[in-house]
């Protein structure tokens, strides 16, 4: 069992910067791929961004990709996503999530993200 609480969001104006955090609880954290989801309102929740175990492989959904860039330190069970040149459209609710590379089991509360214009 893994326990993922994120932190980090609140409110910024557009061409801002936040910095995500995702803490996981357990052992086991270094054997996941980790990802960001985000949801926003009236909308399917989108995947955002992976990466894999050792922090080697990274991917990004399109609409992000150049701007924000995911991280992890297994020592620490943390997973990060920094989110620059941020935009009204990114904002949504924001979620971490541990499984395998294309399904996840975990899944955190969620931090709100709100980019104002």
């Known amino acids: 069992q893994v326990q993922l609480t994120e932190s980090g969001g609140g409110l910024v104006q557009a061409g801002g910067s936040l910095r995500l955090s995702c803490v996981a609880s357990g052992r086991t954290f270094s054997n996941y791929y980790m990802a960001w989801f985000r949801q926003a309102p009236g909308k399917e929740r989108e995947f955002v961004s992976r990466i894999s175990q050792s922090g080697r492989s990274t991917y990004y959904a399109d609409s992000v990709k150049g701007r924000f860039t995911i991280s992890r330190d297994n020592a620490k069970n943390t997973v990060f996503l920094q989110m620059n040149s941020l935009k009204p459209e990114d904002t949504a609710v924001y979620y971490c999530?541990?499984?395998?590379?294309?399904?996840?089991?975990?899944w955190g509360q969620g931090t709100q993200v709100t980019v104002s214009s």
């Open positions: 999530a541990a499984g395998g590379v294309s399904s996840y089991f975990y």
